[in-house]
């Protein structure tokens, strides 16, 4: 694995190696942001979700079967069931701050989808209801990161805010359309990181109401 190993030691480290970690997610992808991650997970570990499964940088443990579905490859990552001598089963809200970066990074390339298509000569992201959903999804993005800056949130809260993400994104590629789940829309992205919760938190997805 390439680069430097990263000390989170203390909560402040911790924090900011979280919001760095947000960052990497929105402006780099899921691939560099899990890379990010195992910079911070002792060598030869894996960080294990409940299931026995982990997301790792492909290339962590070599020779293990990589289980990630083929329409998913190709973001450096691999999805694996480690070994007990292997796994790393520390509880931590990293996750969280990573799926927050991309769907972050959603709510990104919808103002850039948007403010490109057009009706009637005016850009989609002009709309009252466009507008305000998009509204609507960076106040619940920023809401999660309030309750993330507060340490030592219990598993069932960030469960919560991995079922908050899911269906934010789920509401952000709507308005995106066929785009959104395009081979080369943000759809893919999002995809995969429903898969990231799933891993990590389980029972994760949206209740249908959520995401109407």
Do not use: K, N
Not at 21 to 39: P, Q
């Amino acid at each position: 694995m390439s680069g430097e190993s990263v000390e989170v030691s203390t909560a402040p480290d911790r924090l900011a190696f979280h919001q760095r970690l947000g960052e990497r997610a929105r402006t780099s992808g899921a691939g560099a942001a899990v890379e990010l991650l195992y910079r911070a997970v002792p060598d030869g570990l894996v960080l294990q979700g409940p299931a026995g499964h982990a997301v790792v940088p492909t290339g962590r443990l070599p020779g293990a079967a990589d289980l990630l579905p083929e329409p998913l490859r190709g973001d450096g990552l691999s999805l694996v069931r480690p070994g007990a001598d292997t796994a790393w089963a520390e509880r931590t809200d990293a996750v969280v701050w990573l799926r927050l970066g991309l769907s972050r990074a959603l709510l990104d390339a919808c103002l850039t989808h948007l403010e490109q298509r057009t009706v009637q000569d005016a850009p989609l992201l002009r709309q009252q209801l466009v507008g305000g959903a998009l509204a609507d999804a960076a106040t619940e993005q920023t809401e999660a990161e309030s309750v993330l800056l507060v340490p030592g949130q219990e598993p069932a809260m960030l469960g919560d805010l991995h079922r908050r993400i899911t269906a934010v994104d789920r509401r952000l590629l709507r308005l995106l359309g066929a785009f959104g789940f395009t081979a080369e829309g943000p759809g893919r992205t999002a995809l995969l990181s429903e898969l990231i919760a799933d891993v990590y938190a389980g029972h994760h997805l949206a209740e249908p109401e959520a995401v109407q």
